[in-house]
T-cell receptor
Framework: GAVVSQHPSWVICKSGTSVKIECRSL??????MFWYRQFPKQSLMLMAT?????????EQGVEKDKFLINHASLTLSTLTVTSAHPEDSSFYIC??????????????FGPGTRLTVT | QKEVEQNSGPLSVPEGAIASLNCTYS??????FFWYRQYSGKSPELIMF??SNGDKEDGRFTAQLNKASQYVSLLIRDSQPSDSATYLC??????????WGAGTKLIIKP
């Protein structure tokens, strides 16, 4: 159980275009999902916290108009990188917290999406 | 000062020996601590979590927490080459967010 999928697993796009990344919880409902970015040889950097049915909370320094997050259902959150540039090339990882499990703080991670902007 | 600090390594340990990974945190009020393992190009996977002072054992892994000294460690007994990875320490912030250390690269030498 507790499987999180991401799609696509990798994507190459041209500078100036937009890319949408999907994060799905396959066998549980997730009120809260998190989006991370990881550059080579660096740790995970939390970009935003996504709550179903409400606006995402972005970390300081993350442009909300560039990284659009939509958490429309209890099993799906999407991250859209708008007007992508080469510096946006990174490994994007989502994680999900199972709804209703108040006493656990475990996050289940998706396999990640490798974005390359040319 | 970073909220969660780890030695970046690499830490090289002979196969079969004990690998010891350390992590310190700055927020004395932190309650929940996690160790994740990340292989290159993959997303993190949870190894252990610990909430209470003392030791918590799970197979070859032991997590140790000392809230007075604000450190948490992970011991890996009988290290295997497959344990070679980057180990990430994470501390829970409010709203279920995790604050991550930079990770320690562990290399198990056959």
């Amino acid at each position: 159980g507790a499987v999180v999928s991401q799609h696509p697993s990798w994507v190459i796009c041209k500078s100036g275009t937009s890319v949408k990344i999907e994060c799905r919880s396959l066998d549980f409902q997730a009120t809260t999902m998190f989006w991370y970015r990881q550059f080579p040889k660096q740790s995970l950097m939390l970009m935003a916290t996504s709550n179903e049915g409400s606006k995402a909370t972005y970390e300081q320094g993350v442009e909300k108009d560039k990284f659009l997050i939509n958490h429309a259902s209890l099993t799906l959150s999407t991250l859209t990188v708008t007007s992508a540039h080469p510096e946006d090339s990174s490994f994007y990882i989502c994680s999900a917290r199972e709804s209703g499990r108040v006493l656990t703080y475990e996050q289940y991670f998706g396999p990640g999406t490798r974005l390359t902007v040319t | 000062q970073k909220e969660v600090e780890q030695n970046s390594g690499p830490l090289s340990v002979p196969e079969g020996a004990i690998a010891s990974l350390n992590c310190t945190y700055s927020d004395r009020g932190s309650q929940s601590f996690f160790w994740y393992r990340q292989y290159s190009g993959k997303s993190p996977e949870l190894i252990m979590f610990i909430y209470s002072n003392g030791d918590k054992e799970d197979g070859r892994f032991t997590a140790q927490l000392n809230k007075a000294s604000q450190y948490v460690s992970l011991l890996i007994r009988d290290s295997q080459p497959s344990d070679s990875a980057t180990y990430l320490c994470a501390v829970k912030r409010s709203n279920y967010q995790l604050i991550w250390g930079a990770g320690t690269k562990l290399i198990i030498k056959p």
